[in-house]
């Protein structure tokens, strides 16, 4: 009966998410216009997990652009080459499927001093599941506030898709996200981008993997793949004590990626 009953719950979580979903994609289509931006100050892939209910969590994102592009992407915008981000991430569990959380935004150029670029603050849900194997599902919805060094426009959103798939040590996850604009000059389509993650759990207790970020585009015309950003990175996953770690080096593969790029998160729960 238990079992029934979860998977009918699962069910159900199953229909809010993807209806939510596709009723931001045909907004998406018709009505809000954005920008193709992602979030590099948290190059992460969203997962399951989520802070207890009643309880805080910190993620500290670093990012370092080591070869990049040395020309703005727009009038305003912060050359990416040899620009170091340090997005300081803080959550609180609402409940055991929800989770609310702040983003920090800050960036530093080789030469200038560091900038603060803005906050995001964002609402995420992850549907009740088994978290040792077989499927999970979420959305998450970001709204941020930021400067002309990092986006062309200064309100914008992202609501994140969260699927993810656990078999034995291995973990696949995958993020479709919906970027675009709530006010400001620019008047350009909502992009997608879909990152993934596949992750294997090693014998000394850390995960080995590659992630993938990859720009399709705006959603009423999406390819040109070769014209947009992808990026890979091998990563690993551990854990240190109390704190969670992520580290990876990216690839930029096409000629609108970054070249080469260094990530490290650090994360933990009061």
Same mark, same amino acid.
């Given at each position: 009966?238990?079992?029934?009953?979860?998977?009918?719950?699962?069910?159900?979580?199953?229909?809010?998410?993807?209806?939510?979903?596709?009723?931001?994609?045909?907004?998406?289509?018709?009505?809000?216009?954005?920008?193709?931006?992602?979030?590099?100050?948290?190059?992460?892939?969203?997962?399951?997990?989520?802070?207890?209910?009643?309880?805080?969590?910190?993620?500290?994102?670093?990012?370092?652009?080591?070869?990049?592009?040395?020309?703005?992407?727009?009038?305003?915008?912060?050359?990416?080459?040899?620009?170091?981000?340090?997005?300081?991430?803080?959550?609180?569990?609402?409940?055991?499927?929800?989770?609310?959380?702040?983003?920090?935004?800050?960036?530093?150029?080789?030469?200038?001093?560091?900038?603060?670029?803005?906050?995001? &603050?964002?609402?995420?849900?992850?549907?009740?599941?088994?978290?040792?194997?077989?499927?999970?599902?979420?959305?998450?919805?970001? &709204?941020?506030?930021?400067?002309?060094?990092?986006?062309?426009?200064?309100?914008?959103?992202?609501?994140?898709?969260?699927?993810?798939?656990?078999?034995?040590?291995?973990?696949?996850?995958?993020?479709?996200?919906?970027?675009?604009?709530?006010?400001?000059?620019?008047?350009?389509?909502?992009?997608?981008?879909?990152?993934?993650?596949?992750?294997?759990?090693?014998?000394?207790?850390?995960?080995?993997?590659?992630?993938?970020?990859?720009?399709?585009?705006?959603?009423?015309?999406?390819?040109?793949?070769?014209?947009?950003?992808?990026?890979?990175?091998?990563?690993?996953?551990?854990?240190?004590?109390?704190?969670?770690?992520?580290?990876?080096?990216?690839?930029?593969?096409?000629?609108?990626?970054?070249?080469?790029?260094?990530?490290?998160?650090?994360?933990?729960?009061?």
């Amino acid at each position: 009966m238990r079992k029934t009953y979860k998977t009918f719950e699962f069910y159900w979580s199953a229909r809010f998410v993807s209806s939510v979903l596709t009723y931001v994609t045909a907004i998406s289509l018709g009505i809000v216009s954005g920008t193709a931006a992602g979030a590099p100050e948290e190059i992460q892939i969203y997962m399951d997990d989520l802070s207890k209910p009643g309880h805080f969590g910190m993620d500290v994102h670093n990012s370092f652009v080591m070869s990049g592009s040395s020309t703005p992407d727009y009038p305003g915008a912060q050359p990416p080459n040899h620009v170091y981000r340090l997005t300081p991430e803080f959550y609180y569990g609402l409940s055991d499927t929800f989770e609310l959380g702040l983003y920090l935004l800050t960036t530093s150029a080789a030469g200038n001093s560091p900038n603060y670029d803005g906050a995001k &603050i964002r609402l995420k849900y992850v549907a009740p599941h088994d978290e040792t194997t077989g499927s999970f599902l979420g959305v998450n919805l970001e &709204i941020g506030k930021t400067s002309l060094r990092v986006s062309e426009t200064p309100w914008n959103f992202e609501l994140k898709g969260i699927y993810g798939y656990r078999s034995g040590r291995w973990t696949f996850a995958v993020n479709p996200n919906f970027d675009g604009t709530l006010s400001g000059p620019v008047n350009s389509p909502v992009s997608l981008d879909v990152d993934t993650k596949t992750a294997y759990m090693t014998d000394a207790g850390y995960q080995v993997g590659v992630e993938t970020y990859n720009e399709l585009g705006p959603l009423r015309n999406l390819g040109r793949l070769n014209q947009l950003s992808q990026t890979v990175y091998g990563v690993i996953d551990t854990q240190v004590g109390k704190f969670d770690l992520n580290a990876g080096i990216g690839r930029g593969l096409t000629t609108a990626s970054d070249r080469w790029l260094f990530k490290f998160i650090v994360g933990t729960h009061f």
